[in-house]
């Protein structure tokens, strides 16, 4: 009787654990397939999204001012901007320019958006070359299909 019940124990763990897994697989994949990231080698590219997607732009400088989307009824910006952790590599003096930003964005509609960010300065007292001033991201929108 011990060991039978040791057994359906041991079944319905199994079962159990092998539910969670499928259903933790399942929503991990979903949501990795809602959300886009791009950082600053998109600058100057063209990113695709479905309705109900979202965008995250990271910069690596908080030099940067991100004006945001050309058209919120297609692409809404969640929020202010925000600064990420420092990361080790940036050390401990200021005026480096080096804390990476974040601005998060939804795709709410069809249609086509150009994200635009700025900077006039590459580092304490050290002003950026023209190429290096403007991040300019195009974004399409598409419909749920």
Not at 69 to 83: E, F, K, M
Not at 97 to 126: H, K, L, N, Q, Y
Request: with cysteine.
């Amino acid at each position: 009787m011990v060991r039978t019940r040791s057994r359906w124990t041991a079944v319905i763990t199994l079962v159990a654990c092998a539910v969670l897994l499928v259903v933790a697989g399942c929503s991990a994949t979903g949501s990795a397939d809602s959300s886009l990231v791009v950082r600053d080698g998109a600058n100057g590219h063209t990113v695709s999204l479905t309705v109900g997607m979202r965008l995250e732009v990271i910069l690596a400088s908080d030099y940067w001012t991100v004006q945001g989307s050309s058209r919120p009824h297609v692409l809404r910006q969640d929020g202010p901007t925000s600064q990420l952790p420092t990361p080790p590599s940036c050390g401990a003096i200021p005026g480096m320019g080096c804390v990476p930003i974040r601005t998060d964005f939804s795709a709410v509609a069809p249609g086509t958006v150009v994200i635009t960010a700025s900077r006039a300065s590459c580092g304490e007292a050290m002003r950026c070359m023209p190429d290096q001033q403007h991040f300019i991201l195009t974004v399409v929108v598409r419909g749920k299909t």
